[in-house]
């Protein structure tokens, strides 16, 4: 490695863009901004890991030279000094481990910056740090991002899709360099920056969750595929690579399927082992945390993703090996209609047959992955006031990423006609292409539990399009139950109709057996928080038969009927023993009492 053997006096600021961190994606996000004609500062702390640095420059020079290029990149080993090189207002891409290290480097960058530089985060970050972090560091004059970067190692050197998420004069700050480093893509030339200003605070961090997210949802799907063609069909890996590699020529075509065709078919290069690697790869599958917070972030907007949470807790399967070979041993052979046909028995036409359904069913759940997780961004822009574009999203998928597919191309060109289209099961061209491939999917999940194989990816996407597809789904038993042991209220179909009458039960035992009733509130909201407010003795008042009296009641008459309802549901309160004395603080006791529960019938 090339390490100088002196070092400048003074530091001159000339570099255009400034990279901290040198680790594998640090070193490649740096090569490939340097080759687009931008001078770069590269920095990594004095640690065990910092002669990366000097390896980044010896890239530098082998990888210009073969190119006929000029890669321009200074390093730096002094914080001071690397802040210095660059030009105002400076620019710095954080490639280093989320979490505290980034609230560290901030710390010990923030006093060497001046108003108007630009820091962006691109580490695999929770988007309310970025949230945090923007707020903190824009007190200080000082811009950051957080930006979503996706496409590996391979894609940091030859161009990502990007995701950055900050203020507009930050974005309009680096757009030059972004848009110059990322990967190419197009309707009809392969020419379009896969990059956008995704919106503010941690709005990019907060889609390339998702990203992942779906991400992890897509690998799901192909792992089940595997399995079902080897332990179905009885494939080789060399049949099955032929599978994957077919697919990849259609409407499947993706970065995803093309790679897996190569894992099939790569051989093991350990000494004396003869077969394919994947063969000797331990089956439990890691994760980083964004499918995770998928899913946590999901459930907080509202949104069911049940792709991504198979997938997720597929994972989580996998990594209970002990417990999985243990119960294998206990249950091989006791579980009636759950064991693997005999693949020898298939003929040709029958194995082609299940291919064909495999390649429907993988189309129509990888539709139904990029619904959920846009529906969560979507609902997640509104929660948060991004205006998030998600026809950008699509758009900058297509290129450099890892969930690049063909698909996104009728997905981009859907939200581009209808950007506030609620979920993208409602356009026209989608919902003629699930029709043509739900059946497939169907067939695969019943053949996969005929089997006695998990298939909980393609389970939950069945799932989840038979759920949406149903205008009257089974929730208003679910809604009764909840009214009957927890009064939690409900809405009625015909709302024309009488209300139950007060002091009535709907369903269920009378008020003395001490258990919950079932009630209709008219023109209020399924809610869960019912409860909280004035507990079984707020659902015992809301039979007062003087209730509907005072919805209408003048104000002078108000007061009147609030001592009168208070008296008739409450009679156990301590406050009643009070005496006349204390007539006006009961009955400012029993309004404040009366208002929490008209509260709760308003939600």
Not at 319 to 331: H, P, T, V
Request: with cysteine.
């Amino acid at each position: 490695m090339t390490e100088p053997a002196t070092k400048k006096a003074k530091t001159e600021a000339c570099a255009d863009f400034g990279v901290f961190g040198m680790g594998t994606m640090g070193q490649n996000l740096a090569l490939n901004i340097a080759e687009r004609g931008y001078r770069l500062a590269a920095y990594n702390r004095p640690d065990e890991f910092q002669a990366r640095i000097w390896g980044a420059l010896d890239r530098a020079k082998k990888e210009g030279a073969a190119a006929g290029k000029t890669i321009l990149i200074d390093a730096h080993t002094e914080l001071p000094d690397f802040v210095a090189a660059l030009k105002t207002p400076r620019r710095i891409l954080l490639s280093i481990p989320s979490g505290k290290p980034v609230d560290m480097t901030l710390e010990a960058l923030a006093p060497l910056l001046t108003e108007g530089d630009v820091v962006i985060d691109g580490g695999n970050e929770m988007f309310k740090n970025t949230e945090r972090r923007s707020k903190e560091m824009l007190e200080k004059g000082i811009h950051f991002m957080g930006m979503g970067i996706s496409g590996g190692e391979v894609g940091a050197r030859h161009g990502p899709s990007l995701m950055p998420g900050g203020t507009k004069e930050s974005w309009e700050r680096v757009k030059d360099v972004l848009e110059a480093m990322s990967a190419k893509a197009g309707d009809v030339k392969e020419d379009a920056p896969c990059v956008t200003w995704v919106g503010p605070g941690g709005s990019g961090h907060y889609v390339k969750m998702v990203h992942n997210g779906i991400e992890y949802a897509d690998m799901q799907f192909i792992a089940e595929a595997y399995d079902l063609m080897q332990n179905v069909c009885g494939f080789t890996n060399t049949e099955m690579a032929a599978v994957f590699d077919r697919w990849n020529k259609g409407r499947l075509q993706s970065y995803l399927f093309e790679i897996t065709a190569e894992i099939l078919v790569k051989k093991d290069d350990q000494e004396g082992c003869a077969g394919y690697l994947l063969d000797q790869i331990l089956d439990q599958a890691g994760n980083k945390g964004t499918g995770k917070w998928t899913v946590q972030e999901a459930a907080d907007v509202g949104i069911a993703v049940p792709c991504v949470s198979a997938a997720l807790e597929a994972r989580y399967t996998s990594a209970q090996k002990s417990d999985r070979l243990k119960c294998e041993k206990l249950y091989k052979g006791k579980v009636d209609g759950a064991e693997l046909p005999v693949a020898s028995t298939l003929s040709a036409a029958e194995k082609e047959g299940i291919v064909v359904e495999m390649e429907k069913a993988l189309f129509a759940a990888k539709i139904l992955a990029y619904a959920q997780g846009l529906s969560v961004i979507q609902a997640a822009s509104v929660e948060y006031k991004w205006e998030v574009k998600l026809s950008e999203l699509a758009r900058i998928w297509r290129g450099g990423c890892i969930i690049r597919a063909k698909l996104l191309n009728t997905i981009s060109a859907a939200l581009k006609k209808s950007p506030h289209l609620s979920t993208l099961l409602l356009d026209e061209e989608v919902s003629a292409e699930l029709c043509e491939a739900a059946g497939g999917l169907r067939a695969v999940v019943a053949r996969a539990v005929a089997a006695g194989l998990s298939a909980p990816g393609f389970g939950g996407a069945l799932a989840y399009f038979d759920g949406m597809r149903r205008g009257r789904c089974s929730a208003n038993m679910i809604q009764a139950q909840r009214d009957f042991f927890g009064a939690h209220t409900f809405k009625r179909l015909d709302k024309e109709a009488p209300s139950t009458p007060p002091g009535e039960r709907a369903v269920g035992p009378p008020a003395s057996a001490g258990v919950g009733a079932l009630y209709s509130v008219e023109q209020s909201k399924v809610q869960s928080g019912a409860e909280a407010v004035g507990g079984r003795e707020e659902s015992a008042a809301r039979q007062c038969p003087a209730r509907q009296r005072m919805c209408t009641a003048p104000e002078e008459e108000l007061a009147e009927l609030l001592w009168a309802a208070a008296c008739e549901a409450i009679p156990s309160r301590s406050f009643m023993a009070a005496g006349a004395a204390g007539a006006a603080t009961m009955q400012d006791e029993i309004c404040s009492w009366r208002l929490q529960l008209y509260q709760v019938d308003a939600w």
